[in-house]
């Protein structure tokens, strides 16, 4: 059973600081997905991630993959309120499934 | 174009009983996710509709069911309710079958189990 760490479990900061949740694996992703969900919605499709050092920038957010294909890092610059969710990563393992990290709740205090 | 519908987005069931959550996807897309949503498991996969057949099945009871229409709408259905069965349904759609593409995901169906 492959698993996905998302760490930390639970990130409080003020507004304007910089921050970086991660998402670990002991197996290989064939790709990896970042998901932000806010309280009552579904979550959202941010990005995703194939190739290994792929780095992605979606404004004041950035998603490196690792070079070995087994983690990825989420760094936010300049965290505002907007911020606030959920994070999750989703990987795949090479298989038909999609298996979902527990999450990092994020909360940026004005 | 109009997003994911799951109903009910709230219900109150007793252990024992039954629940049918309802899915519709955007349209145009062929497969529907579900998954189950608890504070303390995060975010697990039930299964995978697509094109009306089942492609995929995560590691759950067999109490948990679904099936999908010829139109794509998708019910899944939980027999003999659990306490532990209290949680968020979530069904995703997509373009293509899982893992590929962007997964749409509706508000969820809260469901609480008492």
């Known amino acids: 059973t492959q698993l996905l760490e998302q760490s930390p479990q639970f990130l409080s900061i003020q507004e304007g600081e910089n921050l970086t949740v991660y998402c670990n694996s002991s197996s290989v992703f064939s790709s990896l997905q970042w998901y932000r969900q806010e309280p009552g919605e579904g979550p959202v499709l941010l990005v995703t991630v194939v190739t290994g050092g792929e780095v992605k920038k979606l404004k004041r957010l950035t998603f490196q993959f690792g070079d070995a294909r087994k983690d990825s890092s989420l760094h936010i610059t300049a965290a505002q309120p907007g911020d606030t969710g959920l994070y999750l990563c989703?990987?795949?393992?090479?298989?038909?499934?999609?298996?979902f990290g527990t999450g990092t709740r994020l909360t940026i205090i004005p | 174009k109009a997003g994911v519908t799951q109903t009910p987005r709230y219900l109150i069931k007793t252990r024992g009983q039954q629940v049918t959550l309802s899915c519709s996807p955007i349209s145009g897309h062929r497969s529907v996710s579900w998954y189950q949503q608890t504070p303390g498991q995060g975010l697990q996969f039930l299964f995978e509709y697509f094109s009306e057949t089942q492609r995929n099945k995560g590691n759950f009871p067999g109490r948990f069911s679904g099936r999908q229409f010829s139109n794509s709408r998708s019910e899944m259905n939980v027999s003999t309710l659990e306490l532990g069965d209290s949680a968020l349904y979530l069904c995703?759609?997509?373009?293509?079958?899982?893992?590929?593409?962007?997964?749409?995901f509706g508000e969820g169906s809260r469901l609480t189990v008492l």
């Open positions: 995703a759609s997509s373009l293509g079958t899982l893992p590929t593409g962007e997964l749409f």
């Open positions: 989703a990987g795949n393992f090479g298989n038909e499934k999609l298996t």
